[in-house]
């Protein structure tokens, strides 16, 4: 079955870090575009972070220096490491696959706070 | 960065309605504008992309249309299982952007 698993969300206090990862079956990560999509409490969505080709990246300019995007193409996996974080990053966040999103995992809870 | 302008941002309809969302964008952007469906506790679901093209499996309700910087989407009839909050974003250029949302409500 073709789809996207995220994991490794929680709570961390501001000024943290995590690494979320994103599980891919039925598909290789290594030759699409993949990117991670957030949705804070009650909000619109938000896009993050994109990687494709070679190891080509681009960022919100909220999140640019903090988090990096990667890929194990061997594990089929994609990461998000958020460094830094604030509490304005409370989220979900999503993974998602192509341009446009044609694939969404379900997504994982990430809760910045005190 | 291109901004995109949704509107309305609430739309109260009933089974069986026509309605219309309109989706603006700071600078054109040709076709590159998708339409995702988003239901409460999901993940979002394309609809459209480019701009007037129904992805596979997508009822025919649903349309799209426009170019350059004024996008719409239509359902013809609204059915129950369309009550849901709907975005556009452009893939124009990085970053992609999303609109601020329509949620469609029951009246």
């Known amino acids: 079955e073709v789809q996207l698993v995220e994991s490794g969300g929680g709570l961390v206090q501001p000024g943290g870090s995590l690494r979320l990862s994103c599980a891919a079956s039925g598909f290789s990560v290594g030759g699409q575009y993949m990117t991670w999509v957030r949705q804070a409490p009650g909000k619109g969505l938000e896009w993050v972070s994109v990687i494709y080709g070679g190891a080509n990246t681009h960022y919100a300019d909220s999140v640019k220096g903090r988090f990096t995007i990667s890929r194990d193409n061997s594990k089929s996996t994609l990461y998000l490491q958020m460094n830094s974080l604030r509490t304005e990053d409370t989220a979900v966040y999503y993974c998602?696959?192509?341009?446009?999103?044609?694939?969404w995992g379900l997504g994982t809870v990430v809760t910045v706070s005190s | 960065d291109i901004q995109l302008t949704q509107s309305p941002s609430f739309l109260p309809a009933s089974v069986g309605d026509r309605v219309t969302i309109t989706c603006r964008a700071s600078q054109a952007i040709t076709n590159y504008l998708a339409w995702y469906q988003q239901k409460p506790g999901k993940a979002p679901n394309l609809l459209v992309f480019?701009?007037?093209t129904l992805q596979s499996g997508v009822p025919s309700r649903f349309s799209g249309s426009g170019s350059g910087t004024e996008f719409t989407l239509t359902i013809s009839s609204l059915q129950p299982e369309d009550f849901a909050t709907y975005y556009c974003q452009q893939l124009n250029s990085y970053p992609l952007t999303f609109g601020g949302g329509t949620k469609v409500e029951i009246k």
């Open positions: 480019p701009a007037s």
């Open positions: 998602a696959r192509g341009e446009p999103f044609n694939l």
